[in-house]
């Protein structure tokens, strides 16, 4: 089985699908990340070159550790995240077409902000692309209308799940990919605030009580044709 999740900020994956990825690898599916922005407005500090470049390095140690195959990132600077940039379309379709995925994660269609919205849309978007033969740009069109999963929004707000996946063995895990993006645990806390290890922990920990488990991840599938299936796709 292959896995592609498209999320926006490196860290996005990790936040509301970590645990469901780390399972995907333990049950022996070939995973792949792929982060839209690159995050480089996300610091007090550290000004955005320099940014984008550590939070690269945050997100291949946090890849590393959920185990997966490989880490894309389409490199588009914070708030410039948009679903008619058909360079980004172009370039997630390729994503597409070289992961063959079974199945994509991706951002629900409304979060809190714009970037995450936009790039919910460019994973739909590109993956119906990817199966026009006249749009090939690196690889041959892959024919498949890829079932997508909607993963949380941030902390839950506004998403009532259908589906559940139990992440209580990959809970320190997720937390552990969480804890490299040490860029994001000094900028959550100085610019909104936040304990982000333990914000995620407690999201993880609500999710797991509305399923009956000690940690959970929450999905609403994509349900417009042909994107519906009979497969039981999520871990
Ligand atoms: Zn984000």
Not at 164 to 175: A, G, M, N, S
Request: glycine share 6%; charged share 25%.
């Amino acid at each position: 089985m292959n896995v592609l999740a498209v999320g926006c900020h490196p860290d996005d994956l990790e936040i509301a699908c970590g645990g469901t990825l780390a399972k995907y690898v333990d049950q022996g599916a070939d995973v792949y990340m792929c982060h839209v922005a690159n995050g480089n407005m996300g610091h007090v500090e550290i000004l955005p070159e320099p940014l984008a470049n550590l939070r690269a390095v945050e997100s291949e140690s946090a890849g590393e550790v959920l185990g997966v195959k490989k880490v894309f990132n389409l490199d588009i600077g914070d708030i410039l995240v948009n679903r008619f940039d058909y360079e980004a379309v172009d370039a997630l379709a390729d994503i597409v077409r070289f992961v063959k995925p079974d199945v994509i994660i991706t951002h629900n269609d409304m979060d809190y902000m714009q970037d995450h919205i936009e790039t919910s849309r460019l994973a739909f978007n590109s993956s119906f692309i990817a199966t026009l033969a006249h749009k090939s740009v690196q690889y041959a069109a892959f024919n498949e209308f890829v079932p997508i999963y909607f993963m949380d929004t941030l902390a839950g707000v506004d998403f009532i799940p259908t589906h559940y996946v139990d992440v209580t063995k990959q809970i320190d895990r997720k937390l552990k990919a969480l804890e490299c993006h040490e860029s994001q645990i000094k900028w959550m806390l100085e610019h909104d605030g936040i304990d982000f290890l333990d914000m995620v922990r407690t999201c993880s920990r609500y999710r797991g009580y509305q399923c009956g488990v000690a940690y959970a991840e929450g999905y609403r599938p994509c349900t417009v044709y042909p994107r519906m299936t009979t497969k039981q796709l999520l871990p």
